[in-house]
C-alpha cells in the first residue's frame, strides 16, 4: 500500500497495533530517518465544561460541583511540565515518585526536600494554566508539625508550585493545620501511601477489608474537615472510593480508584510508555515511547557508525 506524506509517496510496511487508541506506522523511503509513527485516533478530544485560564484549588472544588472531572499528570521537569500543561491538563503533581522515574530508586523515601524542590522549581518555568502541586518528601515532615511548616514553606518559597500534598490521615493533622494555618494549600493522600511500605510490606489494593475502609472514610472526612482543597485515593477498591467521593464536597482524585471518583491521577512517564516494567491493572498506556525512543536511539548508532550523520546539509 502507498500512502501520500510530504507530498511523496511512500511504502507502508507495517501497521501494528500497540492499543485501542494508537497504531504504530512503519514507512520505507522517507528522507528522514525516523520511520516509526504512532498515529492518535483521536475521540472526544475534549470535554471541558468550561474554559479555565488558570486553574486553582476553587477551580477544582468548582470542577467537581459542575460534574466535570479533573486530569492530574506528575511532572519533574521544565520540558514534560510544558508539554502536559500545554495539552491542557489541570493538575501537574510534582510527585515524589521522581525518587523511582528520576533517580531509579525502589522506593520514594530518599528523595530530599532539596531534590523535590529543585523538581519543582523546574516544572513551575514550564507552567502557563496547571495547578502545581509537590509532595512533602518523607523525612521533611514526620517529626512535629513546625518541621512539616518549614518543610511546606521551602517548597513554596523557593519553588513558586502552587500546593503541597501529605500522605496520611489522622497522624498528619497536626501538620496539616499548621501547614493551612500558613495560607498554604494542602492536598490529601490516602488509601496507598507509598512513603509507608515499609510500614505494609506491600504495594496491594488498601482497605478491602471493612474496618480499614471505615478508617479510610474516617480520615478522608477529617482531612475535609481540616481544610484539605481534595484528597488522592490511591489503590482501594472502586466501590469505597465512589463512596468517598459521594460523601465529601472536596475532589477525590483517584489512581486505581476506578471511576467514580472526582478526577484521575498518573505518572506521565507511565501512561506515555517509557517505563515498562509497572504494569499495574489501572495503569492505561497511551503511548509506548520506550520502543519508539529505543529505534530512534538504535537508528542514531547506526547512521554514526556508518557516517551517514551528519549529511552535508547537517553541517556548516
Ligand atoms: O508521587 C506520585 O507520583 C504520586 C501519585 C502516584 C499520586 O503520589
Given at each position: 500500500m502507498n500512502v501520500s506524506c510530504e507530498n511523496k509517496n511512500v511504502e507502508l510496511v507495517i501497521i501494528s497495533s500497540v492499543n485501542k487508541n494508537f497504531i504504530c506506522i512503519y514507512f520505507k523511503g522517507?528522507?528522514?530517518?525516523?520511520s516509526t509513527f504512532t498515529v492518535q485516533f483521536v475521540t472526544n478530544m475534549s470535554t471541558a465544561k468550561k474554559e479555565y485560564k488558570r486553574i486553582t484549588t476553587k477551580t477544582l472544588v468548582d470542577m467537581k460541583k459542575n460534574g466535570e472531572k479533573i486530569s492530574m499528570l506528575t511532572a519533574y521537569d521544565y520540558t514534560m511540565a510544558r508539554i502536559v500543561d500545554g495539552s491542557g491538563i489541570d493538575v501537574i503533581l510534582v510527585g515524589d515518585s521522581a525518587s523511582n522515574v528520576?533517580?531509579?530508586?525502589?522506593?520514594?523515601?530518599?528523595?530530599?526536600l532539596d531534590q523535590m524542590i529543585y523538581h519543582a522549581t523546574s516544572v513551575v518555568r514550564g507552567i502557563e494554566r496547571g495547578l502545581v502541586v509537590v509532595d512533602i518528601p518523607f523525612?521533611?515532615?514526620?517529626?512535629d508539625p513546625k518541621e512539616a511548616l518549614r518543610s511546606a514553606i521551602r517548597i513554596m518559597k523557593e519553588s513558586g508550585a502552587h500546593a503541597i500534598k501529605i500522605e496520611g490521615g489522622r497522624e498528619v493533622k497536626e501538620s496539616t493545620k499548621r501547614i493551612l494555618n500558613a495560607g498554604i494549600p494542602v492536598m490529601g493522600h490516602l488509601g496507598l501511601?507509598?512513603?509507608?511500605i515499609y510500614k505494609f510490606g506491600t504495594y496491594t489494593v488498601r482497605a478491602k477489608e471493612e474496618e480499614e475502609a471505615q478508617k479510610l472514610i474516617e480520615d478522608a472526612l477529617l482531612l475535609e474537615r481540616t481544610g484539605c482543597f481534595a484528597i488522592v485515593l490511591e489503590k482501594v477498591p472502586a466501590k469505597l472510593a465512589t463512596e468517598v467521593a459521594k460523601k465529601l464536597t472536596i475532589p477525590i482524585i483517584g489512581i486505581g480508584a476506578?471511576?467514580?471518583?472526582?478526577g484521575q491521577v498518573l505518572v506521565t512517564h507511565d501512561m506515555v510508555g517509557m517505563t515498562y516494567e509497572f504494569n499495574p491493572r489501572f495503569l492505561r498506556r497511551y503511548m509506548d515511547l520506550y520502543t519508539g525512543m529505543t529505534s530512534a536511539f538504535k537508528q542514531y548508532i547506526s547512521d554514526v557508525k556508518s557516517g551517514d550523520f551528519p549529511n552535508e546539509k547537517e553541517q556548516y
Open positions: 522517507l528522507n528522514f530517518k525516523i528520576m533517580a531509579g530508586h525502589e522506593t520514594t523515601l530518599p528523595i530530599t523525612g521533611s515532615y514526620q517529626s501511601t507509598p512513603q509507608s476506578g471511576n467514580g471518583v472526582d
